[in-house]
């Protein structure tokens, strides 16, 4: 029996979130990394192991971590190089954490970096957020540095979504490099990776990048 065995049903719910961002284009090559949290006391992740393909990702292609994105089982495969991001999402309270790699999400961040976010207004998908009921909305997404040094990074993120909690998030942008969004499970992260893409494509389309 594999260590995994029990978890095969949010895995299989990993698989195909992963095949159906590689179709989108939101994940591919072997970039981003999912997680779903199978136990809350203590804090037990699974996660996507390093350098799989996403859109191919076999029911053994994950690892588990705890809360500080240490491994808990002898001889697994290496974590995602971003664990610490997932560990601090799962330690916020959410239940799920997904990362993309979209074109738009790429150019975007980079656009926008020196205002330090992007603020998205009046759109009718915004509804898909948790928590938004209208169109007459705003949704901001902040955008950090990308840097080699995740723990630092993950300072940053743990930082500003405690200063700013009158400034709803769910979301954040890495300059050059992705997106991270979550949810209370994989169904409301993934909505809101749907939803958040569609949002920055339209931005992109409507916006002088050069």
Not at 52 to 61: I, R, S, V
Not at 94 to 121: E, M
Not at 167 to 179: A, N, S
Not at 190 to 204: A, D, N
Request: net charge negative.
């Amino acid at each position: 029996m594999h260590f995994l065995d029990p978890f095969s049903e949010p895995i299989e719910g990993l698989r195909r979130v992963g095949h159906q961002f590689w179709t989108r284009g939101w994940s591919v090559g072997t970039s981003s990394n999912y997680s779903v949290v199978v136990e809350r006391d203590p804090i037990r992740l699974v996660i996507t192991a390093s350098g799989k393909d996403k859109g191919h990702l076999g029911p053994h292609d994950f690892v588990m971590v705890d809360e500080q994105g240490n491994s808990v089982v002898e001889g697994q495969p290496k974590s995602s190089a971003e664990t610490m991001l997932h560990c601090l999402a799962a330690r916020r309270g959410a239940g799920a954490v997904l990362h993309t790699h979209s074109v738009w999400g790429t150019l975007l961040s980079q656009h926008f970096a020196p205002v330090g976010g992007i603020r998205i207004t009046g759109f009718e998908m915004l509804k898909g957020l948790d928590g938004i009921a209208t169109h007459e909305s705003s949704c901001w997404i902040p955008i950090f540095d990308n840097t080699q040094d995740i723990p630092k990074l993950a300072e940053q993120v743990d930082a500003y979504l405690e200063s700013e909690k009158s400034e709803r998030c769910w979301g954040y942008l890495i300059r050059r490099h992705g997106m991270y969004t979550w949810g209370r499970d994989l169904a409301e992260a993934t909505r809101h990776v749907e939803v958040l893409e569609f949002l920055l494509e339209c931005l992109g389309r409507t916006t002088r990048l050069v």
